[in-house]
């Protein structure tokens, strides 16, 4: 999707019903500010307000989306097209938070393993290299939640018996026993449990 395209799409379609971009935002309960972002291409309608948004302005979700009026005969090409564009920014999106991910773990790994290396050596035995390295351990846990939960938000888990996706609860992942990103799931489907593979696609 095209954000500038779109944002000029908007700003043009807005003009066009004689609204300043004040009185778009009293009407959809924002700021002005959004509605400025939304015609500059940096950022898109909430999909909470996608629709009322195009009610006021007298278009389709397709012409929003699209950036154009779309005539009925190119209505079905339209839709293909952002459905595909749709995917692919979900695939990316989905990539950016993987790679997000993987990056935290490794940080996190290498600062717990200098840590402990640290404590055992600078600091005398005794209660404080206890204290120093548990409390080290305990700060670990925090980005290792934050991981997990990113790694929960993005695609699914393949049942390696059905090929089902999968997609558990942040409780559910964290409680059931993993190697690496590859989970030990409950399939809703086969009924069984299965070391379920992680896949970026839903």
């Not at 009407?27 to 509605?35: E, F, S």
């Not at 939960?149 to 992942?173: D, M, W």
Request: one cysteine or more; hydrophobic letters at 45%.
């Amino acid at each position: 999707m095209d954000q500038m395209k779109i944002g000029r799409f908007i700003a043009q379609s807005r003009k066009k019903v004689k609204l300043t971009q004040i009185q778009l935002a009293e009407k959809l309960g924002i700021t002005d500010k959004a509605i400025s972002k939304w015609e500059t291409g940096k950022s898109m309608p909430d999909t909470a307000v996608m629709l009322q948004l195009c009610d006021i302005l007298e278009i389709s979700v397709n012409e929003l989306l699209s950036g154009e009026k779309i005539s009925m005969e190119n209505t079905n090409q339209k839709n293909e097209q952002l459905l595909l564009d749709m995917s692919k920014e979900l695939e990316r999106k989905n990539k950016t938070v993987w790679t997000s991910m993987w990056v935290i773990m490794i940080i996190s790994m290498t600062v717990l393993f200098a840590g402990i290396l640290i404590a055992a050596f600078l600091i005398p035995e005794g209660v404080w290299q206890l204290v120093t390295i548990i409390g080290i351990c305990i700060v670990f846990l925090i980005p290792c939640f934050y991981a997990l939960k990113l790694e929960v938000s993005v695609g699914a888990y393949k049942c390696k018996n059905c090929g089902h996706e999968i997609v558990p609860t942040f409780r559910q992942a964290l409680m059931a026993m993993h190697r690496g990103t590859t989970r030990y799931l409950k399939c809703p489907e086969c009924k069984k449990c299965t070391w379920c593979k992680k896949v970026l696609k839903k």
